[in-house]
Nanobody, 114 residues
């Protein structure tokens, strides 16, 4: 059974950093495109970052230069390093991988507030 579990969210002040983790079980994560979406209150879920199976990364314009996606194939885990956080980054962050359809984790809350 495929399972994705996110962790690392929390409350942080503007300008701070957080590192999100997404551990996968039941699937070899590195064989597939994987990434992160986020959903703010009252808004649609939006893509944040993607890492393809070949290691190519891409980011939403709103997070370029601040967020970094990476993967550890040995740990079957994908990470999202988030720096210079802004209040508008507040959202529930979801990891996923793509195998025909997207498989989602349950999300982790990130709140950026002073």
């Amino acid at each position: 059974q495929v399972q994705l579990v996110e962790s690392g969210g929390g409350l942080v002040q503007p300008g701070g950093s957080l590192r999100l983790s997404c551990a996968a079980s039941g699937v070899i994560f590195g064989l597939y495109d994987m990434g992160w979406y986020r959903q703010a209150p009252g808004k649609e879920r939006e893509p944040v970052a993607i890492c393809t199976s070949g290691g190519t990364t891409n980011y939403a314009d709103s997070v370029k230069g601040r967020f970094t996606i990476s993967k550890d194939s040995a740990e079957n885990t994908v990470y999202l390093q988030m720096n210079s956080l802004k209040p508008e980054d507040t959202a529930v962050y979801y990891c996923y991988f793509l195998r025909g359809v997207r498989y989602w984790g349950r999300g982790t809350q990130v709140t950026v507030s002073s």
